[in-house]
């Protein structure tokens, strides 16, 4: 007698075979180099050269979304396929970390998390785990004593780049508690409470929605205020940055063990949720809703899948109903929002925007939204398995 196995499992399985082909044509695609941020009509193109970067090359903050996938894949597989495609790339990064290449951002934590954490945890690469190190020591420099923050994108000898710091930055965190975890230096974790209670108090705001981006006077760590740099407005709520703030508190309670960060992410989470529209995926930016002519931004529903799984796990009272939603979110993506089959795109989820003001991956794929769907996927699949944050 045979036993189905429930819908929402089956469209989970499926939907992982399809991005495991993906992932897999990508690979003899691209090689050694590093697609674009976004798609063009659904196809990657090989990241374009700039000066001092060839086309292909590892630089700007978004490259370690693509060996991270490949991470992935290989903890789902097994198949030393896609192993050796992301040890291949945890080598370029140890270069870049090296030689210096485009270090000069707080995504550090992106970058070296999912490149180069993942093969030293999986792997015990010692490689890896050198060049990881490395990259925690060069976001360290980035911390702002006065204000007690990680600043954000830029050169800081830049007056515009000093004393700010984004949302995002959440997500940046765990490379340095995983540098505390590893070395002993308290430092790091002094870094990472310090600058996610900052976060808390100043881009969290009263009704539960988050600032894009926050100042701080450089010499006095005064707070100055809150804007964006990709939202509808400064008093509106990107929808990806409030993605962040689910996923980014939770992973920092986990860190800290700071309470407060735990309701922060529950208040991101409730704020998200009763902004949704009624198929469950935002808006680009959150003060749009049925009825509006705006694009969606399905990366930012994937991020949210992911937190929302995260945030049940670290409050079991509430983790029906956290889990419930994260389930919702991911099935109308599974349903709507990725290609028919594996070869009519490059890109495993459609519909992402990159930043709408700027007119850049407006309605196309990203390589976050890859990525965070992917283990959005594998969170569903197999609740015992963890991501490297």
């Known amino acids: 007698m045979t036993t189905s196995l429930p819908t929402a499992r089956v469209d989970t399985d499926r939907a992982i075979a399809q991005v495991l082909a993906t992932v897999r044509a990508n690979i003899d695609a691209f090689g050694e180099r590093y697609p674009d941020d976004t798609t063009r009509d659904n196809r990657y193109p090989l990241r374009p050269a700039v000066p001092g970067f060839a086309e292909g090359a590892n630089r700007g903050w978004t490259t370690s979304f693509w060996p991270g996938m490949q991470w992935i894949a290989y903890e789902l597989t097994g198949d030393d396929v896609f192993r050796d495609a992301a040890l291949g790339h945890a080598a370029d990064f140890g270069?870049?970390?090296?030689?210096?290449?485009?270090?000069?951002?707080?995504?550090?934590?992106?970058?070296?998390?999912?490149?180069?954490?993942?093969?030293?945890?999986?792997?015990?690469?010692?490689?890896?785990?050198?060049?990881?190190?490395?990259?925690?020591?060069?976001?360290?420099?980035?911390?702002?004593?006065?204000?007690?923050?990680?600043?954000?994108?830029?050169?800081?000898?830049?007056?515009?780049?000093?004393?700010?710091?984004?949302?995002?930055?959440?997500?940046?965190?765990?490379?340095?508690?995983?540098?505390?975890?590893?070395?002993?230096?308290?430092?790091?974790?002094?870094?990472?409470?310090?600058?996610?209670?900052?976060?808390?108090t100043r881009i969290l705001r009263p009704d539960g929605s988050t600032f894009h981006t926050f100042y701080w006077d450089a010499e006095t760590g005064e707070p100055l205020r809150g804007a964006t740099e990709q939202g509808a407005f400064d008093d509106s709520c990107w929808a990806r940055g409030q993605a962040w703030g689910i996923y980014g508190f939770a992973l920092n309670h986990r860190a800290t063990g700071d309470e407060a960060l735990l309701e922060a992410s529950r208040t991101c989470a409730e704020y998200f949720l009763s902004h949704l529209p009624a198929d469950d995926v935002p808006f680009w930016d959150l003060v749009y809703n049925d009825g509006a002519e705006a694009p969606r931004d399905s990366s930012s529903g994937a991020i949210a899948v992911c937190g929302l799984f995260e945030l049940a796990e670290a409050d079991p009272e509430n983790a029906p109903r956290w889990r419930a939603a994260a389930e919702r979110i991911l099935t109308s993506l599974i349903a709507h929002y990725t290609p028919a089959r594996a070869d009519d795109a490059d890109t495993v989820l459609l519909h992402s925007v990159y930043d709408l003001p700027k007119n850049v991956g407006v309605d196309e794929g990203t390589l976050w939204g890859d990525y965070f769907y992917f283990e959005a996927l594998a969170r569903a699949s197999r609740p015992d398995w963890r991501p490297v944050w």
């Not at 990881?132 to 830049?158: F, Y």
């Open 95 to 200: 270069r870049r970390v090296r030689e210096e290449d485009d270090l000069d951002t707080h995504d550090l934590g992106f970058l070296y998390t999912l490149s180069c954490v993942a093969p030293a945890r999986l792997l015990d690469d010692a490689e890896a785990r050198a060049s990881a190190l490395s990259a925690a020591e060069h976001l360290m420099t980035r911390h702002l004593p006065s204000a007690g923050i990680i600043q954000a994108w830029g050169d800081l000898a830049d007056p515009a780049q000093r004393g700010r710091t984004i949302i995002d930055s959440l997500m940046n965190m765990p490379l340095l508690t995983w540098a505390g975890e590893q070395t002993g230096d308290p430092r790091f974790s002094e870094v990472v409470s310090r600058h996610t209670a900052e976060l808390r």
